[in-house]
């Protein structure tokens, strides 16, 4: 098993940091605005693109990409910067993830991921915001997988030690970035009570074995594997914390608010990476159809007409996607006191946008070959790269579920509730 390079701190080590300890980190490379991570995050995405069709023809891991990501320190765009952290706005963070999809959409979606898993302290605590962990994500500049499958959650153990901590047993698939990120977060049925353990610990911890089972039609770069959890030992210091004055059957309400906002920014970012691929290969390699009566493909109506039906629907994508931004980033702002009813109708925008750039990426990435013909099939090029990614993404939760549960709310004002799993 490979394992990733933790840079300063190991995780037992959480407990003992005082705040003063750890200095704000700032790379000298790493911008200081969210313009700025916005626009090198594009400059990343541009280089990766010329690269990603033939690593992922040989199935080679993004591990050099995400080394850069780590050095610059993207891992840490949400993170306060009063805790070491670079403190983007929702809506900055999910455009630094559109230009990395564009680019990758494997690297942008590992990096969607880790935005709001590792979210998952200051998700639990209104009161400290995670403190303690953001200052040590920030400091050693972790990057987060996750172990969150739901299914069979009850044969998904952690059974209680006397000093605090949990021995994991069972098993977790889809588990996403799993030897490339440092760190992995894990849910598991306490056998104390009937509820939920979060807890994070390092991949290189013994009792864990990665299985090489990923072969899936998109999304091939991010290592989406099954992991066996044998007697794994977790301590006291690595179990995620709540303030909130409930039992934890399934995830914080701002998690999946969170997820539908960075995973739709993949989404929009991957359409938006075949637009301008197959923009550049209309001008400059499409041949000029047959009784066209123009003397370019870029001149060619229906392709003009078709390329206009893209830009309509991705602006209407981003413009949607920036709204919900501002309305979760206000959310945020009186996470304290909000409501479950404006829960669930934050959740119920965030449902919509995530639909939406599903239904919005799969048609266009889809189209694509319309506007570009028979020689853009080839392999080389790499098209169908983004359409199998959004598929492939798509599936991680049935789209026909979120929109019943959107009927629901549209036609008898019911907002949607949490999602517990015990």
Not at 133 to 147: T, Y
Not at 386 to 391: E, L, N, P, S, V
Not at 395 to 402: G, R, W
Request: aromatic share 10%; with cysteine; glycine share 8%.
């Amino acid at each position: 098993m490979p394992l990733t390079t933790l840079r300063h701190l190991k995780p037992e080590a959480l407990s003992k940091l005082a705040p003063e300890s750890l200095p704000p980190y700032h790379s000298p490379a790493a911008p200081t605005s969210g313009a700025d991570w916005i626009k090198l995050a594009r400059e990343l995405g541009s280089e990766w693109k010329k690269t990603v069709a033939g690593r992922e023809r040989r199935l080679e891991l993004p591990r050099k990409e995400l080394q850069v990501l780590r050095d610059l320190g993207f891992g840490n765009l949400l993170i306060p910067t009063k805790f070491g952290g670079h403190g983007l706005s929702f809506r900055d963070a999910a455009h630094v993830v559109i230009e990395l999809s564009k680019g990758d959409p494997n690297i942008g979606s590992i990096l969607c991921f880790h935005l709001y898993v590792s979210a998952l302290p200051r998700l639990f605590d209104f009161i400290d915001d995670g403190e303690r962990f953001d200052r040590a994500i920030a400091q050693n500049r972790w990057l987060w997988s996750k172990a969150h499958t739901s299914r069979n959650m009850k044969e998904f153990t952690a059974r209680p030690l006397p000093d605090g901590g949990f021995l994991l047993n069972g098993r977790k698939e889809w588990v996403t970035a799993a030897t490339l990120a440092d760190i992995t977060t894990v849910i598991a049925h306490r056998t104390d009570r009937d509820e939920i353990l979060f807890a994070y610990l390092p991949i290189d911890r013994p009792g864990l074995t990665f299985h090489d089972d990923w072969d899936h039609l998109g999304l091939r770069l991010t290592e989406t594997v099954t992991v066996d959890f044998h007697d794994v030992k977790v301590s006291a210091e690595e179990v995620i914390p709540s303030t909130h004055q409930q039992p934890i059957r399934g995830y914080p309400r701002f998690y999946g608010i969170l997820s539908s906002l960075f995973v739709s920014a993949t989404n929009l970012g991957a359409a938006l990476g075949s637009v301008e691929q197959g923009r550049d290969y209309t001008r400059n390699i499409t041949r000029n159809r047959r009784n066209s009566g123009v003397e370019s493909a870029a001149k060619d109506p229906y392709i003009l007409a078709d390329y206009g039906d893209f830009w309509i629907k991705l602006q209407a994508g981003l413009a949607l996607l920036d709204q919900y931004a501002g309305d979760v980033q206000a959310a945020y702002a009186r996470r304290r006191e909000i409501t479950e009813r404006e829960f669930g109708e934050l959740q119920a925008k965030g449902s919509a946008l995530r639909i939406y750039s599903t239904q919005v990426g799969l048609d266009i990435t889809s189209r694509i070959y319309e506007v570009t013909g028979a020689g853009a099939a080839a392999h080389r090029h790499g098209f169908d790269q983004y359409w199998r990614d959004i598929r492939t993404l798509s599936l991680h939760s049935p789209l026909i579920y979120v929109a019943k549960a959107l009927g629901n709310y549209a036609l008898n004002d019911e907002a949607p509730g949490p999602i517990n799993f015990i």
